[in-house]
């Protein structure tokens, strides 16, 4: 995943108005990292899609709502390689749910 400067500020303020990136516990195990976007704009979905190497997902629009396209990226690798470089341009909210992804992907590094 290599990202110009303008790529990584662009994506950064898709992320802070439309998408999270957050720990997941689940129960006795070192929980998940999920990275999530979704949004009616294809285009600005599949930009997204490409500079993090993942594939665009829709489910058919319920009554009169537009047609969503969302991103769902689980796995601790790939989300922290996409939040290590998010981080120093996201807000006070997301990016402290982004350093506890980092907290815990070090934590789980030292326990395996």
């Given at each position: 995943?290599?990202?110009?400067?303008?790529e990584?500020?662009?994506?950064a303020g898709?992320?802070e108005g439309?998408?999270y990136?957050?720990?997941?516990?689940?129960g006795?195990?070192?929980g998940?990292a999920?990275f999530?976007?979704?949004?009616?704009?294809?285009?600005?979905v599949?930009?997204?899609a490409?500079?993090?190497e993942?594939?665009?997902?829709t489910?058919?629009?319920?009554?009169?709502?537009?047609?969503?396209?969302?991103?769902?990226?689980?796995?601790?690798d790939?989300?922290?390689?996409?939040?290590?470089?998010?981080?120093?341009?996201?807000?006070?909210?997301?990016?402290k749910?982004?350093?506890l992804?980092?907290?815990?992907?070090q934590?789980?590094?030292?326990?395996?």
């Open positions: 995943m290599e990202w110009t400067d303008v990584t500020g662009w994506l898709i992320m439309e998408g990136c957050k720990w997941i516990p689940q006795s195990s070192q998940q999920k999530n976007l979704q949004m009616t704009d294809r285009d600005v599949e930009r997204v490409r500079l993090v993942a594939n665009v997902c489910s058919p629009p319920k009554g009169n709502n537009k047609q969503v396209y969302r991103i769902n990226i689980k796995g601790w790939k989300v922290e390689k996409i939040v290590e470089r998010l981080l120093p341009h996201m807000g006070q909210r997301r990016g749910d982004m350093q992804i980092l907290e815990k992907a934590a789980r590094r030292d326990w395996i």
